[in-house]
């Protein structure tokens, strides 16, 4: 006799949308689903999200690092600092939109989701 959960599917479903939001790797799943504009509108929100969120903090990394290489010594310092606040910063947030989808909860953040709905458009 085969146990039959119900909800099954909205687990494997979670569970597919957290793999979007693993940092750095999730990027590119979530860069290949826009793409091929594949995947239903909750995989398509979650990607564009996961894109925009490593799009500013890989901008936010380049000018933070090439600052310190054109700095002095105790400015150099403080920008690599920054930089790897940043960089945790950009892991914790993913780590905090894994929990939140995990909850239910909405994974809108004023300005972020605005810069991912912005993606959307100006694919169309």
């Given at each position: 006799?085969r146990?039959?959960?119900?909800?099954?599917?909205?687990?494997?479903?979670?569970?597919?949308?957290?793999?979007?939001?693993?940092?750095?790797?999730?990027?590119f799943?979530?860069?290949?689903?826009?793409?091929?504009?594949?995947?239903?509108?909750?995989?398509?929100?979650?990607?564009?999200l996961?894109?925009?969120?490593?799009?500013?903090?890989?901008?936010?990394?380049?000018?933070?690092?090439?600052?310190?290489?054109?700095?002095?010594?105790i400015?150099?310092?403080?920008?690599?600092?920054?930089?790897?606040?940043?960089?945790?910063?950009?892991?914790?947030?993913?780590?905090?939109?894994?929990?939140?989808?995990?909850?239910?909860?909405?994974?809108?953040?004023?300005?972020?989701?605005k810069?991912?709905?912005?993606?959307?458009?100006?694919?169309?």
């Amino acid at each position: 006799m085969r146990d039959r959960d119900p909800f099954r599917e909205q687990k494997l479903q979670k569970m597919k949308l957290s793999l979007y939001l693993l940092p750095i790797v999730g990027t590119f799943l979530s860069f290949w689903t826009l793409a091929r504009r594949e995947g239903d509108a909750k995989q398509r929100e979650v990607s564009r999200l996961s894109v925009s969120v490593t799009l500013i903090w890989f901008i936010v990394y380049g000018l933070l690092w090439t600052g310190a290489g054109q700095s002095s010594e105790i400015i150099s310092f403080r920008l690599l600092y920054a930089n790897a606040i940043a960089t945790s910063g950009y892991f914790f947030f993913c780590c905090l939109l894994t929990v939140r989808l995990r909850q239910n909860k909405s994974l809108r953040f004023p300005g972020i989701s605005k810069i991912a709905d912005e993606l959307e458009s100006e694919k169309s």
